[in-house]
């Protein structure tokens, strides 16, 4: 069987974002090693296995990437809530830019926020199952 075991988000500051990631959204280190004038971090959601990996953006190719994402208003990353309403106002009320309130969007909830090192975040939250607050 395969499974998607880590990915990827470019990130303009390494440490910034293991902050923004772990402080803010609530994520958890699962790996922080110096390699000598770069990090690999990696973080994860709680009791999950799939790790994140902040991955340094200052290559040719990743600033490409991660403008043409900006410029077209697209997230580079879903994450899945349970209560986005309430992830919506804890996270606000926190400091976090959101892009975009939450929205319905036929069979889903959604809001687009700003994850402070250069990447658009969609939050998404499926609806006729959980609390939609």
Do not use: W
């Not at 340094?56 to 809530?81: F, H, I, K, N, T």
């Amino acid at each position: 069987m395969i499974r998607i075991a880590m990915t990827s988000v470019y990130v303009d500051d390494e440490e910034k974002a293991h902050a923004f990631y772990t402080d803010v959204l609530g994520f958890e280190t699962r790996t922080n090693l110096d390699l000598g004038g770069a990090r690999f971090i990696t973080v994860a959601a709680p009791g999950q296995d799939v790790e994140l990996l902040l991955e340094p953006g200052d290559s040719p190719v990743a600033e490409q990437y991660r403008r043409g994402l900006r410029e077209a208003e697209l997230p580079c990353l879903v994450l899945g809530v349970d209560a986005l309403r309430t992830e919506y106002e804890r996270l606000s009320g926190l400091g976090v830019r959101f892009t975009q309130p939450p929205m319905e969007h036929g069979p889903v909830l959604t809001a687009v926020l700003d994850d402070t090192v250069g990447n658009l975040v969609q939050l998404t939250q499926p609806l006729g199952r959980g609390p939609v607050r």
